[in-house]
């Protein structure tokens, strides 16, 4: 839920009812408490090093790019080819600019495809009408351009909305809605497939198969919409379906199981289809309040164990995502749902699992009315300093797009400057897979400019520059690390000392060649 009021509405609802390169910028070795370390390699170098907190060496920075309903892009409908292409690149530069690493980016608002596809019909987002061919397919585009900024691209997918019209008539013909009425539930003004069919299931996992087979993405991301959210919309009728598949289980019992059984079919499907990409979920902030659950976070918001019968502790416990985000939208220090309170439950939750933490920060809120704290510019870098406190957490993603060109309160500018002030390489996933190319050959430099021969599975390559007293920092942490950049050169701004490694499409990284620049 993440067009603004309505989220903050279903907390206040629940408590009321219950080849370019990152710019470097200035940076200082320090001796701050380490987040963690980086691999194997990194016990030589931590015994001279000691790991700076400041300039995480893996950290996952992206933004959410919403097509739906036009939030983030396009703008609007019906533009021109070249207009939606530049509107995209002026996105990628912004994030690029501010040393970013990836991008979660919707293709499938409400079972439509941003993306030419057999199974679902032409998103209405790009022309206007729903089923209308754009006369191109974005998805080849939309990738391309991100991983040329060095941008890993997670395709969003929503995976029970099926129509924001109730009316299946107005479908177009081939829309699964409308051929298969007996799948879908309306709910209030909208219609949602029912996840307690086994036929929805294999429909939304084909979807997806289908998307991960046919384009190179990096992910497969789900957001926070599982059954719908409680208010307005009256009883979500699943009763037959219930009836016939509950085998003995309560309601919600039967609901959660259908959600986890689809999660895990899902994670199944993308890691067998390609072992490399990542496959995540963008959870609703709260798992349980300490009321309903002693194990629960010391909250008193909206339950989406309860509420949208959405059990992430399931699925960090077996396994079945590589990631959870989940949404910390509320400032710190806000009763029901203090972020302070939150994210230490968050990173208890994944400790030793395997599964990686990132959060999702609410930089849409920033300089809205909805709470004191967020006509501050600090809040928001203040949330990212108080993640250093926690070693899981690896990573924060910005809702959204329109608000990182906007920039409210110049908060984002905050963020750079405060934690971003040296690029980072993507955190590993053990499960993932992957293997550090070759070290890059033939490395020289001809005046400034460093170049290396491409090395083979690299999709770009790290450059860090050697301080001219005291030990190289490489493994430790980020401190000596002036750019991850796609092709294989590097315009050196300083005479110096200087080392290149190779990474693969999960940052896995190989060992330095060492390149001296002379002054000129």
Not at 133 to 146: K, M, R
Not at 325 to 338: E, N, S
Not at 355 to 361: A, M, N, P, W
Not at 500 to 508: P, S
């Amino acid at each position: 839920m993440r067009t603004g009021r309505p989220l903050f509405a279903a907390v206040t609802i629940a408590v009321v009812t219950t080849g370019a390169a990152y710019a470097l910028g200035p940076a200082t070795s320090g001796t701050a408490t380490s987040k963690k370390t980086t691999g194997k390699a990194a016990s030589a170098a931590t015994a001279v090093c000691a790991p700076d907190a400041r300039y995480p060496k893996r950290q996952l920075r992206g933004v959410w790019i919403a097509t739906v309903r036009n939030i983030d892009w396009p703008s609007r409908t019906g533009l021109s080819q070249d207009k939606q292409k530049a509107e995209y690149v002026k996105i990628l530069d912004s994030a690029a600019k501010r040393r970013m690493n990836a991008v979660f980016v919707q293709v499938r608002p409400a079972s439509d495809a941003l993306y030419k596809s057999s199974l679902e019909p032409w998103t209405q987002y790009l022309t206007g009408t729903a089923g209308k061919d754009p006369g191109w397919d974005p998805l080849p585009f939309l990738i391309a351009e991100a991983q040329k900024r060095g941008l890993e691209f997670h395709a969003w997918f929503n995976p029970y909305r099926a129509s924001y019209d109730a009316n299946v008539s107005k479908l177009p013909a081939a829309h699964p809605a409308r051929v298969h009425p007996d799948w879908v539930v309306k709910y209030g003004d909208r219609l949602y497939y029912n996840p307690g069919l086994p036929q929805v299931r294999e429909h939304v996992t084909k979807v997806i198969t289908d998307v991960v087979k046919r384009y190179d993405v990096d992910g497969v991301h789900f957001d926070d919409y599982f059954y719908p959210y409680p208010g307005g919309g009256g009883t979500f009728d699943d009763k037959a379906a219930f009836t016939k598949y509950r085998e003995g289980r309560s309601l919600a019992d039967w609901r959660r199981a259908n959600v986890n059984t689809l999660i895990a079919q899902v994670d199944k499907a993308v890691h067998k289809t390609r072992a490399s990409v990542k496959f995540g979920i963008s959870p609703f902030g709260i798992w349980r309040n300490k009321a309903q659950d002693p194990t629960g976070s010391a909250t008193s918001g909206m339950s989406a164990y309860d509420s949208i019968y959405a059990d992430a502790r399931h699925w960090i416990k077996n396994g079945t995502v590589d990631y959870v985000m989940p949404q910390l939208y509320w400032p710190r220090g806000l009763k029901v749902a203090d972020y302070k309170a939150l994210v230490p439950w968050w990173a208890k939750e994944v400790k030793g699992t395997g599964v990686d933490l990132y959060i999702g920060q609410a930089l849409y809120r920033v300089g809205t009315r909805d709470d004191k704290a967020w006509t501050k510019p600090g809040e928001l870098s203040a949330h990212l300093t108080l993640n250093r406190r926690y070693p899981q957490v690896d990573g924060d993603v910005y809702f959204s797009a329109k608000q990182l060109l906007s920039n409210p309160l110049k908060a984002i500018d905050r963020v750079t400057a405060d934690h971003y002030a040296r690029p980072a390489l993507l955190p590993l996933i053990k499960e993932r897979g992957g293997q550090a190319p070759a070290t890059p050959a033939g490395a020289k430099a001809a005046g400034a400019a460093i170049t290396w021969t491409p090395s083979q599975g690299a999709r770009s390559y790290a450059v860090y520059r050697v301080p001219e007293q005291g030990e190289t920092c490489q493994d430790a942490d980020a401190r000596n690390l002036v750019a991850v950049v796609t092709g294989p050169s590097y315009p050196a701004a300083q005479p110096g000392t200087y080392l290149v490694t190779a990474l693969d499409r999960l940052h896995n990284e190989s060992k330095p060649v060492t390149v001296k620049v002379s002054p000129v």
